[in-house]
């Protein structure tokens, strides 16, 4: 275990160091969350079910009959072990908030106010203590209990809608209600605790998935607040600029943005078109949205098809253009710049049995080592070292905390 509170501070020290999170998540939206603030260097100490552990243990891919999702989002913590349904294990737990700056849950609403280990309870054992919560829908009202996943949250929260064609809706390919609620309450976090440096004080965070979701819709909510308007699937364009799309090559599709006039001068002459610069139908941006369909998009397409990929990249890109070729994931891990930024960490993972590389964090602190400290815990890995140095149980009394089930 890494020592906690008062540690010296230079450029390599991590923002977080000092932090110590008691991390309750399981699946994916709770772990994304504690996965940021250990990555920045919380000792976060991730507990779960004796002989059951997180769900995403089961989860794919695997290799080496091991979960890589797991090892993905749990590097960096450390693992412990506690029965909450016996007495003595929530006697450690009481004794563990004790001695931590945050603790982080995502379990059904209720689910720890009926093991008589609430907010309420807690906060007056760890007065200072941020409490943070990721729920399906909040932390009242009669949906508050109900569960919930990420593809609940795309489908009740707008998003779900808004994807694919009109009559073809499509669920984001990433969990993306996990992703955002996850990043949103490492966020949240961050700010309770810059707080609390200043006044002492300790705050419960709340972060719903059906919240999140709405809150990303960007044209979608706003469109029907100001005008009424119902905004429905229209594929890969924006509604809000263009031209913004998926186009054709000869030889294979690429994205194409003209966020500014400057840009669609520049793409107007490259096509060898400069009169559709001044066109009453493409002047500017409003216009070019409502010619956008019918009128416009044929004319690029027509000129595109007549352009290999690697012809349009150098047009494009050399006129400074925003322009990408359509990546699958193969392309995109083998990809120079997620290379250079270092977006793809080596772990040498004890459960799978061999070095894996996972996503690394896109969050770059200079001076800071840019890399995976730990792999992901084994069920309980950490257990008595926990128990002795933070609950300071001695070697006898753990012992029998094995032998009872209770770690």
Known sequence: MEQHKEQSVDAKTKPLTGVRVLDMTHAYSGPFCTMHLADQGAEVIKLEVPG?????????????????????????????????????????????????????????????????????????????????????????????????????????????????????????????????????????????????????????????????????????????????????????????????????????????????????????QIMGKLELA????????????????DELKPIIEGWSRQHTLDELETKLSDAEIPFGRIADTKGVCENPVIKRRHMLWDIDDPAIGETISVPGTPIKIHGCEDRAFRPAPTLGQHTDDILKEIVHLTEEEIARLHEEGVI
């Open 52 to 268: 059951k552990g997180d769900q995403s243990r089961g989860w794919a891919p695997f290799k080496n009959g091991a979960s890589g999702y797991y090892a993905y989002i749990n590097r960096n913590k450390f693992g412990l072990t506690l029965n909450l349904k016996t007495e003595e294990g929530k006697e450690i737990f009481k004794k563990l908030i004790k001695e931590v700056d945050v603790l982080c849950e995502n379990f059904r609403v209720g689910t720890l106010e009926k093991l008589g280990l609430g907010y309420e309870v807690l906060k007056d054992i760890n007065p200072s203590l941020i409490y943070a919560s990721i729920s399906g829908f909040g932390l009242e009202g009669p949906e508050a209990e109900l569960p919930s996943y990420d593809l609940i949250a795309q489908a009740m929260g707008g998003l779900m809608s808004m994807t694919g064609e009109k009559d073809h809706m499509y669920k984001v390919g990433s969990s993306i209600a996990d992703n955002y609620s996850g990043t949103y309450l490492s966020l949240a976090i961050v700010m309770a605790l810059f707080q609390r440096e200043r006044t002492g004080m300790g705050r419960r965070v709340d972060v719903s998935m059906l919240d999140t979701i709405f809150s990303i819709l960007e044209t979608g909510a706003l469109s029907y607040e100001l005008n009424g308007d119902i905004v429905e699937a229209v594929g890969n364009r924006n509604l809000s600029v263009a031209p913004c799309d998926i186009f054709k090559a000869a030889d294979g599709q690429f994205a194409l943005v003209c966020g500014t006039q400057r840009f669609w001068r520049s793409l107007c």
């Open 278 to 293: 001044d066109d009453p139908r493409f002047a500017d941006n409003k216009l070019r949205c409502e010619h956008y369909p």
